[in-house]
């Protein structure tokens, strides 16, 4: 199975700052890689599909391909401090990393 | 518009069989490219990939809990069933369904149903 590697696994961080959160795969997956973000209680969303589309909000961007991937929030908004994870969704087994926190500073 | 919803019992207890019901919306089970996957996710931790059922009912699970579980469809209720056996407490979960494919990932999500196992 493809391991993914979710670095950092918390951050703290102020409205308005850039975020960057990185994902690591064991083995190559191309630009086969989405990213969600989840809210207390909540279902997970999806941010971004193959490495870098979708976007929406427009802040929110991913970018990479092979092992290593990037999802960057431009200017943190208030509604954005949550947890985050990347999914491969190369191969099957998919698999997640294992989350990273985003709090208020 | 898409929709999935997941429904099961709340309480099992250990060594019991858990059935979850995913019942869908808004895409057919059989005409696109689009399958249907369980994700699980305990109090507090990490989402976990369980299993996924193909439109032509091709399947893949989890490598860890693969001898546990079944995923199955009845395409007649627009619904996919996920059973897992021998349930353990560490199973206390909540399950989700999700709608995806190679292209999209997973992007539609149902809203989750918390599983406790406790005798």
């Known amino acids: 199975d493809i391991q993914m590697t979710q670095s950092p696994s918390s951050l703290s961080a102020s409205v308005g700052d850039r975020v960057t959160i990185t994902c690591r795969a064991s083995?190559?997956?191309?630009?086969?890689l989405a990213w969600y973000q989840q809210k207390p209680g909540k279902a997970p969303q999806r941010l971004i599909y193959a490495a870098s589309r979708g976007g929406v909000p427009s802040r929110f961007s991913g970018s990479g391909s092979g092992k290593e991937f990037t999802l960057t929030i431009s200017s943190l908004q208030p509604e954005d401090f949550a947890t985050y994870y990347c999914l491969q969704h190369s191969a099957y087994p998919w698999t997640f990393g294992q989350g990273t926190k985003v709090e208020i500073k | 518009q898409v929709t999935l919803k997941e429904s099961g019992p709340v309480l099992v207890k250990p060594t019991e069989t858990l059935t979850l019901t995913c019942t869908v919306s808004g895409f057919s089970l059989t005409k696109t490219t689009m399958g249907v996957t369980w994700i699980r996710q305990p109090p507090g931790k990490a989402l976990e990939w369980l299993a996924h059922?193909?439109?032509?009912?091709?399947?893949s699970y989890s490598t860890s809990l693969k001898s546990r579980l079944t995923i199955s469809k009845d395409t007649s209720k627009s619904q996919v069933v996920l059973t897992i056996t021998n349930m353990d407490p560490v199973d206390t979960a909540t399950y989700f369904c999700a709608r995806g494919d190679y292209n999209s990932a997973l992007d539609y999500w149902g809203q989750g149903t918390l599983v406790t196992v406790s005798s």
């Open positions: 059922i193909f439109s032509n009912d091709e399947k």
């Open positions: 083995q190559g997956i191309r630009n086969d």
